[in-house]
DNA sequence: CGGCTATTTATACACTTGCACAATAAGCCT
DNA sequence: AGGCTTATTGTGCAAGTGTATAAATAGCCG
């Protein structure tokens, strides 16, 4: 027991509350996001993400196995968070496949997916993706999921037209049409400042009606 | 003078050459991408990167006053030749505007520009850009100076085909072009397996005249 | 050949890092 | 209320970090 009269035994020990584990998890991949988009992967230490995430760093030994897993956890939750947003822009009603493509579009090229901190995450993350096969495939994953949904779109647009586009003609398309939003994504990222508002959208939008040789069409009236 | 009776006296010092000052620096500067795109920025400390040079850590700071700086002229030696390689495509003597165009793309979307070390690289400065301005205006600089590239083409281009597009209509091409080669770029070096060779540059070179409104042509006989 | 200079090595230092582990107390269960 | 589990803290440690600086030697100049 700690004797008042001891100067050294006066440090008390601090108070903390316990978490439920699910939470906790939440808490600490959020802070090493931020730490990660902060400072990037060397400044991400663990002292720097448990003081951010409001505990101290001996916790995220209890958690997590080290600190490899503990930033693999969290590219995988950010990957998923990103595709998650932008496959709910598809998910308009009542809306022609034309429109839901322009609105898939219009989601992925403006906030929040176009994002500074986003991009910084993105960029640190695969630049290891070469020396980290998880990485790699975690990316991967996102990616082809993605591409999956686009190539889903492009096939109902083209259906809509009476047009019936063989296997490697609608992949070509995919490829085309990710890389267009990709392309742009980054562009908007890094420069934000260099492209007024909807600018990207509508460039992006352009783009890959020409790609899908569709005639251009009226615009429409949008908030 | 070392007592060969006395143990501790044996450890000889290593031998050296002097090299001269701007090869000592270059080799350093190799040193240090080689070792960021293979271990990341955390893993690029200076005595790994002196290791790979082939001298000890001390010497790093003759010729640098610090590892930021090092690692600051490293991207932009970086950056320098990643646009110098891509705009030497755009010398080739005795091509129409169009053809010049095609071995522009062409030549960003083949090796040695799609190269996975590459890509390690920009992405892992790029993800520091945000923190770093030193770094983010090494990358503003080379991206303004390839997307002129682009533009001077482009209006070429679209001169020679009598057309007479205003300025604003020419920066939003180059802005598309610029996106559709990056992206295109970004999955080729993330997944070179995916694709087959050259199919990359023929999805480039198709989507972008999509975009530049160019009757499809024949196809150019080539190596 | 003998000295001079500046390139290069080597060592020291204060600090940070990831990880291990013992000590503690928060909060549920009975 | 009181005990038990375990989430959480705090401390320690060995390895590695960037930087500073002293010591050594390579190679040019006379």
Redesign the interface.
């Known amino acids: 027991m700690p004797d008042a009269a001891d100067p050294a035994a006066m440090t008390a020990r601090r108070k903390f509350r316990r978490e439920g584990e699910e939470r906790r998890r939440q808490d600490l991949i959020e802070a090493t996001l931020d730490s990660v988009?902060?400072?990037?992967?060397?400044g991400a230490s663990l002292r720097t993400i448990a003081l951010r995430a409001g505990v101290t760093a001996g916790l995220i030994r209890h958690y997590f196995p080290g600190k490899e897993e503990l930033l693999q956890e969290a590219y995988t939750a950010l990957v998923g968070r990103m595709t998650e947003q932008a496959k709910a822009a598809l998910a308009v009603e009542d809306a022609s496949p034309r429109q839901r493509l322009a609105a898939f579009v219009a989601a992925n090229l403006n906030a929040p997916i176009v994002d500074?901190?986003v991009?910084?995450?993105?960029?640190?993350?695969?630049?290891?993706?070469?020396?980290d096969p998880t990485l790699?495939r975690a990316?991967?994953e996102g990616?082809l999921g993605f591409r999956n949904e686009v190539e889903a779109v492009v096939a109902e647009v083209l259906a809509a037209e009476r047009r019936k586009p063989d296997e490697s003609e609608l992949r070509?398309h995919a490829?085309?049409i990710?890389?267009?939003?990709?392309?742009?994504w980054?562009?908007g990222c890094?420069?934000a400042e260099m492209f007024s508002p909807g600018e990207?959208a509508a460039?992006?939008i352009?783009?890959i009606e020409?790609?899908l040789?569709l005639a251009p069409e009226k615009q429409f009236r949008e908030t």
Do not use: C, M, P, V
């Not at 988009?37 to 060397?42: N, P, S, V």
């Not at 991009?119 to 020396?131: D, E, H, I, K």
């Not at 990710?178 to 742009?184: R, T």
């Open positions: 988009a902060e400072h990037g992967l060397q500074a901190r991009f910084s995450l993105w960029a640190t993350f695969l630049g290891r993706a070469n020396a790699a990316h991967r990616y070509r490829i085309a990710n890389a267009i939003i990709d392309g742009l980054i562009e890094l420069a990207l460039i992006g352009k783009a020409a790609e040789g």
